[in-house]
């Protein structure tokens, strides 16, 4: 069965970094394009950010220039590098694929950028 598994998240002050991780089982990774969303406290889920299998990346115009998502098929493996973190940024992070027309996500992971 598909399972995302995230990790990194953590407290972190006002421009600091995090690397979040989100292992993939269960399918042929490397065939599939991966997403990043967050949810902040009393707001929607929104995408982040998005690789194709081909690597082609797209950002939401809020992490443009701060945020990178890269994937290492070989380990079945999504990465989200976050640098210049904001207070906004405060959410869980979750991982999500789109297989055969069914969405999965994984746990989540939770960010807080907070002094």
């Known amino acids: 069965q598909v399972q995302l598994v995230e990790s990194g998240g953590g407290l972190v002050q006002p421009g600091g970094s995090l690397r979040l991780s989100c292992a993939a089982s269960g399918f042929t990774f490397g065939d599939y394009a991966i997403k990043w969303y967050r949810q902040g406290p009393g707001k929607e889920r929104e995408e982040v950010a998005a690789?194709?299998?081909?690597?082609?990346?797209n950002y939401a115009e809020s992490v443009k220039g701060r945020f990178t998502i890269s994937r290492d098929n070989a380990k079945n493996t999504m990465y989200l590098q976050m640098n210049s973190l904001k207070p906004e940024d405060t959410a869980v992070y979750f991982c999500?694929?789109?297989?055969?027309?069914?969405?999965?996500w994984g746990q989540g992971t939770q960010v807080t950028v907070s002094s």
């Open positions: 690789i194709t299998s081909g690597g082609i990346t």
């Open positions: 999500y694929v789109r297989r055969l027309y069914v969405n999965y």
